[in-house]
């Protein structure tokens, strides 16, 4: 992964991972605060994991969760390209439609939620009841 390992002083640590309950998990890597590039590695299939970038930018994702059926994915993101001023910001997104193209909506949020881009959003999915 892209900002893992021991080389120049890169973090052997990572922040967040989810397993769908079956072959799949999703994990990122440290690139800014806790936010870094988002992995996608199958089990089964034992390959190097596939970087992921459903908003178009490869950089900063966090908090990648499977919804409980591992139909969806819910992910914390900050556009890199928004440096300092970049604001993280929630998303849920079938995971088939990954790499389709499609556009995606941040979840609406309060103004005053996760206004700190240190700050992590540490969500959580459970089945509906």
Known sequence: MSGYGTDSGQSTIIPS????????FLLNSI?????????????E???????????GTTCCYTDARWSPDGSYILF????INQG??????????SYGSLGTGTKYSPLPLPASTLTNPAELSEPALRPTK
Not at 76 to 79: C, I, K
């Open 76 to 79: 914390a993101f900050q556009d």
């Open 84 to 93: 300092n001023s970049a604001r993280t910001q929630l998303y849920y997104i």
């Open 31 to 43: 690139f800014r605060y806790k936010f870094g590039f988002l992995y996608l590695y199958n089990f």
């Open 45 to 55: 299939k034992k390959q190097t994991a596939t970087l992921i970038s459903p908003m």
């Open 17 to 24: 991972f989810d397993w769908d309950g079956q072959s799949l």
